[in-house]
């Protein structure tokens, strides 16, 4: 996907094409259970078939919006604490975003596959990769944390595969995809009591019943 015949538009990030921004709590990995304002981009090249937001893939959808409005609307909110997600967010260039929300004393978090070159700066960086489209060692390099889906058994594999590449520091998860749970997750939580680097990250916005 070519997001060249937008690019014109969104005048150096200035403009994003904003799917929907709002304030809830963290529903996966490190960071669960704590509030944070949402901000989610359209448009994404990944194209996992599982995917639960593929309303957000075509970026032809949705208009770009200013993103000082987005931002007046984090501080109306009082988060301190911004997601910005996706689609696959890092097809945009967010430093603009990113340090208009950080002036404002904002922490920022990042919840992408890295699978494009990084822009704007991050206080986590929560990296999921998939395997029909990898990170860039970039990618690996940058994450604090990688949380990785597990829809069936070959996915253990992948995830050792990433497991490799990031940084010893960075925090690792397995996720079971949401519409296989009852199936997968028993074997995730095997999978972990024998490999102990590993935890487990459900979506407990999903059992809560909130965005």
Not at 42 to 67: I, L, M, Q, S
Not at 164 to 186: D, I, N
């Amino acid at each position: 996907m070519k997001f060249s015949d937008i690019s014109e538009l969104l005048d150096d990030g200035r403009k994003l094409p904003v799917v929907e921004d709002f304030y809830t709590v963290q529903g996966e990995g490190f960071h669960s259970g704590r509030a944070a304002y949402f901000i989610r981009l359209g448009g994404c090249d990944v194209g996992c078939k599982w995917c639960d937001a593929r309303y957000t893939w075509n970026h032809k959808d949705f208009t770009p919006t200013d993103v000082s409005s987005v931002v007046a609307r984090v501080l109306k909110s009082g988060a301190k604490t911004v997601v910005i997600t996706g689609g696959e967010p890092l097809i945009y260039p967010l430093d603009y975003l990113t340090s208009s929300l950080k002036r404002n004393g904002i922490r920022v978090f990042l919840e992408t596959s890295g699978s494009h070159v990084f822009s704007g700066s991050f206080d986590w960086v929560c990296l999921s990769p998939k395997i029909q489209r990898p990170p860039l060692e970039q990618g690996f390099a940058l994450a604090n944390e990688m949380k990785v889906i597990i829809a069936s058994e070959s996915d253990f594999k992948w995830a050792e595969e990433c497991a490799l590449r990031v940084e010893e520091s960075a925090l690792l998860y397995l996720q079971p995809e949401w519409s296989v749970r009852e199936e997968m997750l028993p074997r995730i939580i095997e999978y972990v009591k024998r490999n102990q680097q590993w935890e487990i990250s459900l979506q407990t916005h999903k059992y809560m019943n909130i965005l």
